[in-house]
């Protein structure tokens, strides 16, 4: 053998394994060493939360997200980080909300629900109905003229999963408001959508009916709303006032943040993992969504600093304006139509930050997709159920996306949600690692095998 040749054949060696290591090492081990030593996804979720803090849309806080997220991304050498404009809402809670029980003012714990209208100064008062639903609030008919509606229908707390407790009580919430109007009340107080026993109200997004006369809505944290269904018990005369002093401002500019990893081989196929950056205003958004963005940078973190070189494009969406109005969504949906790209799979965490369960995958490829359930159970998955997606995502199905959704463990989520309980101390930095991990694996697995038919 020509020595001069043997010489350099070491370095081949070398150059062969570092080609073999990119492509067939065991990912899941580098990304466990890696993730779990740099606990990344918690140093970002507690940088946004404390140096942005809560994000609604159109807010101050909503605009230094957009910000903190891309400089995060160029910092973490993300390619084509840019943004995706589009127009939101920009409602403000206000600085009075207050309620109180009969003569003896025996106070009521209560918060504006999301898009509701200011009471007149002084306060609504007046007597007050306890519903169950919708439906017996619109049989009331003139019974309701002049009074307040007061939807008291709880979680049911026998399901084992609470997002079906959520998903069955929440059209109160939404609905509540004109339902109630439509029969002539003056205004709605709703239950919080929480099986927490504290006094804590939730809010979140409702809506008004076009041509029915809008009444202030606000949300009574548990223990108030058992504290007003004895009184009701006790006296069904008694009246109630509540004032609220919120508004709604023009619609007001923002955007959606993205940044990607090119892809070696198919670039044009893009696999988007995302979360929201928009939170409700009470507390930081630590859960709902800022762990669904910082596991989704983590991500693509993790990929980066292991050297991955995808075959098709991974990217990162952190959308805007998912609370109250999917502009952001929307705005990226139609950004894909216009172009040239592929949306081929996109995956969104918006569950929280705990421990992961499951994926949720279009229910068309739950099959295929079975394959690679063993490579991710030592993230924490045990299973892929079927029906995918998340409201930011969901838009890309149109476009032919294959959709995911990462599914946590759920029986704390309510406890926290669009509350001022939804800070970093109730976030388990390791539980919101294992999340990203499992991202990331799950996006590596689709770039480099592709999806079946």
């Not at 500019?253 to 940044?259: R, T």
């Not at 098709?312 to 109250?324: K, L, S």
């Not at 994926?359 to 063993?374: D, L, M, S």
Request: glycine share 12%; net charge neutral; aromatic share 6%.
């Amino acid at each position: 053998m020509d020595s001069r040749r043997s010489g350099n054949l070491p370095i081949v060696i070398s150059s062969l394994l570092a080609i073999l290591t990119t492509n067939q090492r065991d990912v899941s081990t580098d990304l466990l060493k890696h993730g779990l030593a740099d606990l990344g996804a918690f140093r970002m979720l507690e940088d946004i939360t404390a140096k942005v803090g809560p994000r609604l849309s159109g807010s101050v806080g909503a605009a230094k997200g957009v910000t903190w997220v891309q400089k995060e991304m160029l910092k973490l050498g993300f390619s084509n980080v840019g943004l995706v404009p589009c127009m939101v809402p920009h409602w403000v809670r206000g600085d009075v909300e207050s309620g109180f029980i009969g003569s003896k003012k025996q106070p009521l714990s209560l918060c504006a629900l999301g898009g509701s209208v200011a009471t007149p100064k002084g306060g609504v008062t007046a007597g007050v109905i306890e519903v169950k639903s919708l439906e017996e609030a619109t049989k009331l008919g003139k019974k309701a003229a002049g009074m307040i509606i007061f939807f008291n229908r709880a979680f049911d707390s026998s399901l084992p999963n609470t997002f079906g407790a959520y998903g069955g009580a929440n059209d109160q919430r939404v609905r509540g408001a004109s339902v109630a109007a439509a029969v002539g009340a003056v205004g709605v107080l709703v239950r919080s959508m929480t099986l927490a026993e504290d006094d804590e109200p939730h809010t979140g997004a409702m809506r008004y009916t076009e041509k029915v006369k809008q009444v202030p809505a606000a949300a009574l944290g548990i223990k108030s709303a058992n504290r007003l269904s004895a009184a009701l018990k006790a006296n069904p005369e008694i009246k109630i006032t509540f004032t609220l002093s919120c508004k709604t401002l023009p619609d007001a500019p923002s955007a959606s943040v993205i940044g990607e990893i090119v892809g070696s081989e198919r670039p044009e196929e893009v696999i988007v993992m995302g979360g929201h950056l928009d939170s409700w205003d009470l507390g930081r958004g630590a859960h709902d969504d800022g762990a669904g963005v910082t596991q989704s940078l983590e991500a693509l973190r993790l990929l980066k600093k292991l050297g991955l070189r995808p075959k098709r494009t991974i990217r990162v969406v952190a959308f805007m304006n998912e609370e109250n109005g999917g502009r952001g969504a929307a705005a990226y949906a139609e950004r894909v139509g216009k172009s040239k790209e592929i949306a081929y799979a996109a995956m969104e965490s918006d569950a929280g930050g705990f421990m992961p369960r499951s994926f949720g995958v279009t229910e068309a490829k739950f099959e295929a997709v079975q394959p690679w359930a063993e490579r991710l159970k030592v993230f924490g998955i045990e299973r892929f159920s079927k029906g995918g997606g998340g409201a930011d995502i969901a838009p890309l199905a149109a476009h032919g996306a294959i959709l995911f959704g990462l599914q946590p463990e759920n029986q704390r989520y309510f406890d926290y949600h669009h509350s001022r309980n939804d800070t970093i101390d109730k976030v388990n930095p390791r539980e919101l690692e294992f999340g990203a991990m499992a991202m990331a694996m799950l996006a590596w697995l689709i770039s480099e095998e592709g999806i079946q038919n």
